[in-house]
């Protein structure tokens, strides 16, 4: 899913002229796999565990009981991962003009929220914008991606940020990059609070060592990545399921009894 014609996707803190430049010398793009000992060295990926995470602070509704298998990453780690990666944006784009910020609705929401609150804390300054793309029926990709109205103005000329709650199969991605590159920005980036895993093919156990697996075909910033996580229907901090568990802080892996009787027919 790469987009060969992207124009130059890094930054300094100089101001950066509109160029065809190339991509930074170290290697940007997340590895992706189950046994953390397989991350090259020169990863900066965060890979969650597939088992559970135990907690006594994770706060959900009482209609949601039951409805999930395990905790997955509880706010604090969201949150404290965002501080990290506002402080690579702010230490990499220029500061003498705003970075437009384009959040991918509905899902990146409450994550776009936790990165713009720490940007602004640090200072630096940024653009607000909205788009919104739909590609989930239930709990799995539909294939086509539905786009909702005109991408913003905003990006034309100017450093833009994509913030995806999740990269999975990367259809969204496919789809959207090359409308934002016909803006004419001055270059493009995406940072997602998420990026999940899979198995290689033939492999059906997990606990076998197969090396890791590139889950998609397009280059991410390890630095503007949350966390790597299991291949598992997860919800909260903005990911649903039939538009329920968006309002949860904390990400959780879906139970059978969420699937069975959660989601609204929308």
Avoid at 7 to 19: A, D, P
Avoid at 217 to 246: H, K, S, T
Wanted: net charge negative.
């Amino acid at each position: 899913m790469g987009n060969n014609n992207q124009k130059s996707s890094c930054c300094s803190n100089q101001s950066m002229e509109k160029s065809e430049s190339t991509a930074p010398e170290d290697d940007s793009s997340i590895y992706v796999t189950r046994n953390v000992k397989n991350t090259p060295s020169n990863s900066r990926s965060l890979v969650m565990s597939d088992s559970a995470k135990q907690t006594s602070s994770a706060i959900y509704p009482d209609l949601y009981e039951g409805h999930f298998s395990s905790l997955l990453i509880p706010y604090k780690d969201l949150d404290s991962r965002c501080k990290e990666i506002a402080e690579h944006i702010h230490a990499t784009y220029p500061s003498d003009e705003p970075l437009v910020m384009l959040c991918i609705l509905k899902g990146s929401a409450p994550f776009y929220n936790l990165l713009c609150n720490h940007l602004s804390i640090l200072g630096h300054p940024f653009m607000i914008d909205f788009y919104r793309v739909k590609s989930y029926e239930g709990t799995g990709s539909s294939g086509t991606v539905k786009h909702f109205g005109d991408l913003p103005k905003s990006m034309k000329g100017r450093h833009v940020l994509v913030i995806e709650d999740i990269v999975d199969t990367g259809t969204t991605l496919k789809s959207l990059l090359p409308t934002i590159a016909e803006k004419d920005p001055k270059s493009y980036k995406v940072c997602s609070m998420l990026v999940k895993r899979f198995h290689s093919e033939g492999s059906e156990d997990d606990d076998e060592d197969d090396g890791g697996e590139i889950t998609k075909q397009i280059e991410l910033d390890n630095n503007l990545i949350g966390f790597n996580i299991p291949n598992a229907f997860v919800v909260g901090c903005g990911l649903d399921y039939n538009e329920m568990y968006r309002d949860l802080r904390d990400i959780w892996i879906l139970g059978e009894e969420g699937i069975k009787g959660g989601g609204y027919d929308l």
